[in-house]
């Protein structure tokens, strides 16, 4: 029987990513290709009233057709696009959804919170690093927004999406993003992020869990740490707080050519974000109670592709 292949674009708020998939004889994901393109269409979350700038919707039409082009060459028996939090909350989101089918002649859905946490779930679930892990707590940090889901028996019991993704946090709390982040700015994002989850009664567990998380500012990160240390991507899935303190330190302490200069795996589309992301992480790891956490590449298009070829 011929093998069914789907394709996924997720519309992020600082990538637009493509993954093809199909299942193999086990019944396992097969990932046939992914890419992440830099087009950040979120710029301007973090204003009371975002929206989308002509600019912004322009250059996500382009990389949305370069990505569906890409995925041709597989012939995916079905596309899925989807849209997360910088079109959710754009007063002209849904405008934008329109111009993508009618430029690319596919539908758009545009998540809504829940939507999307549920889907990182799904991700979550088919990465085979944690098929022993039925019960852990998943974190998933975006542009615009942050998804926290409490797995059980290998299924979401409760899920957040809370407005702290690392561009958000950067407009809205670091005046000028290309120099050095002040220590007050740093301290600033973390009691944002420690005031919001605390307001959003997400039922954090009492007990020690497994704390996995997603995201490009979590591969970013393991990916300067392994570089820094000489050793496989791949033998970096752990990061202690104390890891992402002194990166947070580190990186906060430079210029955004410093940052460039001085950690060569850093993306340019991500160094400016990456103290607002850090601070993030660490409030959410110290709210959680939390010493480590594991990274998983496995999030939203992973699980949209498995809802797709179940």
Known sequence: MKTRNVAVIDVGSNTIKLLVASRSA???????QQVSDPTRIGSGIGSESPVLSRDSMLAGLATIAKLLDGATVYSPSEIR????????????????????????????IILSGGEEASGIAAGLITDPALASHHDFLACDLGGGSMELILVSARSARAKVSLPLGAVRLTERFIA???????????????????????????????????????????????????????????????????????????????????????????????????????????????????????????????????ELLA
């Open 176 to 306: 000028e993003p290309q120099k050095l982040v002040s220590e007050r700015e740093t301290e600033a994002i973390s009691e944002h992020v420690q005031t919001t989850l605390a307001a959003s009664e997400f039922p954090f567990p009492e007990a020690s869990h497994l704390l996995v998380a997603t995201g490009g500012a979590f591969a970013t990160a393991r990916a300067v740490l392994a570089d820094r240390e000489g050793i496989p991507f791949e033998k970096r899935s752990l990061l202690s707080r104390q890891d992402l303190t002194q990166l947070l330190q580190e990186i906060s302490s430079l210029s955004l050519d410093g940052r460039l200069d001085r950690f060569p795996s850093l993306p340019p589309n991500r160094a400016d974000v990456m103290p607002a992301a850090l601070a993030c992480i660490v409030a959410t790891l110290d709210h959680a109670h939390a010493s480590e956490v594991r990274n998983s590449l496995r999030n939203l298009r992973y699980g949209i592709a498995a």
């Open 81 to 108: 696009i989807v849209a997360t939090g910088a079109v959710r909350e754009a007063a002209n989101g849904k405008e934008f959804a329109n111009l993508i089918l009618q430029s690319t002649g596919h539908s758009a």
């Open 26 to 32: 086990d019944g396992s994901l097969a990932i046939l």
